[in-house]
């Protein structure tokens, strides 16, 4: 007989989510998740960005979801101990975004189309923060279905999104698409530090140590221009060589600012002391930061960084962030990250 993974899940959580009421007070966490101002701004990117249905809703793209909005809500919402809004985004993202073969999930979800899955590729980085809110969501709430699935989440991911080409393991961006016989192709931003902290915690450093040590050595080397930034992509050639990605503009911006954000909240400063340095020479000067830098030309974007890209500034430079939330999604999750992370 043949199990659809996805109908057990969500048939074990409906008998599961009785259990809201009984669940014990929350579990001390590490880090700044606990922090007052971290769960008010959940509350506002809740009441700003999730549709009843379960879904984050990307207001900034045509109001359309994927993989990594509903891994950031419900990291979030595990972190402010909202266990009915985790339990309506799992709920929504098994059922919708979940392969049916692979413990993995579809990178995009676009209510205009009549298919709203056509692209059923995944994107690493959202199958990472799912894998991780489960983790914790499982410990604190104690729900082992929660536990479980984090398990063959984060084995399908070494499985299949784990790759050692050119003398180094690497983390692909998807399954599809970015792997050739002579380069692999590679996102900074999906390096998600705490996380792997995390599974090396639950899995043991023979499983994830390899992959974190190589991914600190390519983080150090993927540093260019003169201001030594990484890139939003970055190639890795046969040669072992590192250079920003063929076919895709060679900035410093809308991705890798998440770059120092992850290494900075997985306690990794030194990964990043080029960006910081970078952002301290404007906030000395008193000048505005640009939303992104050509580390091959030194064009700058002709527009500031986002209200959430100046958080992660502040919390990169140890300043108190006072920005109201944006309306934009992708902004008010960098900011309300910048301050739960």
């Given amino acids: 007989m043949v199990i659809d993974r996805r109908s057990f899940a969500l048939g074990a959580l409906a008998v599961m989510t009785g259990s809201c009421a009984r669940a014990g007070s929350p579990r001390s966490r590490s880090g700044r998740s606990s922090s007052p101002a971290a769960k008010a701004l959940w509350a506002q990117f809740k009441a700003r960005f999730l549709d009843p249905s379960g879904r984050i809703v990307d207001t900034g793209n045509n109001n359309v979801s994927h993989s990594e909005g509903q891994g950031y809500g419900l990291w979030l919402a595990q972190m402010a101990d909202d266990k009915t809004a985790f339990t309506s985004m799992f709920e929504w993202t098994e059922k919708t975004l979940a392969l049916p073969d692979l413990a993995l999930y579809a990178w995009r979800y676009d209510p205009r189309q009549t298919d709203k899955v056509a692209d059923r590729n995944n994107a690493t980085d959202g199958d990472i923060f799912i894998a991780w809110a489960l983790a914790r969501a499982g410990e604190q709430w ?42 692999v192709t590679v996102n900074p931003s999906y390096l998600v530090w705490p996380a792997f902290d995390k599974f090396l915690s639950l899995d043991g450093r023979g499983v994830w140590g390899p992959l974190v040590t190589d991914s ?6 993927a540093r260019f221009g003169p201001n030594r930034l990484p890139t939003d992509w970055v190639d ?41 340095s970078f952002w301290r020479q ?46 934009d999604y992708y902004s008010a999750a960098l900011q309300s990250l910048s301050t739960a992370l």
């Fill in 142 to 183: 104690k729900e082992p279905l929660f536990t479980s699935r984090s398990e063959e989440i984060r084995a399908a991911i070494l499985t299949h999104l784990v790759t050692e080409r050119f003398g180094r393991r690497l983390l692909l961006p998807g399954l599809d698409g970015f792997s050739t016989p002579n380069k």
């Fill in 216 to 221: 600190e050595k390519l983080l150090l080397g």
């Fill in 236 to 276: 890795v050639t046969a040669d072992a060589a590192l250079a920003p990605a063929t076919g895709k503009p060679p900035r410093f911006g809308f991705d890798a600012v998440r770059v120092p954000l992850y290494a900075m909240a997985g306690g990794r400063r030194t990964l990043v002391d080029p960006v910081i």
């Fill in 282 to 327: 404007y906030a000395r000067l008193g000048k505005t930061i640009p939303a992104w830098i050509d580390v091959q030309s030194g064009q700058l974007a002709d527009y500031p960084l986002s209200a959430g890209g100046m958080a992660v500034v502040d919390r990169s430079l140890d300043r108190a962030t006072t920005l109201a939330m944006p309306t």
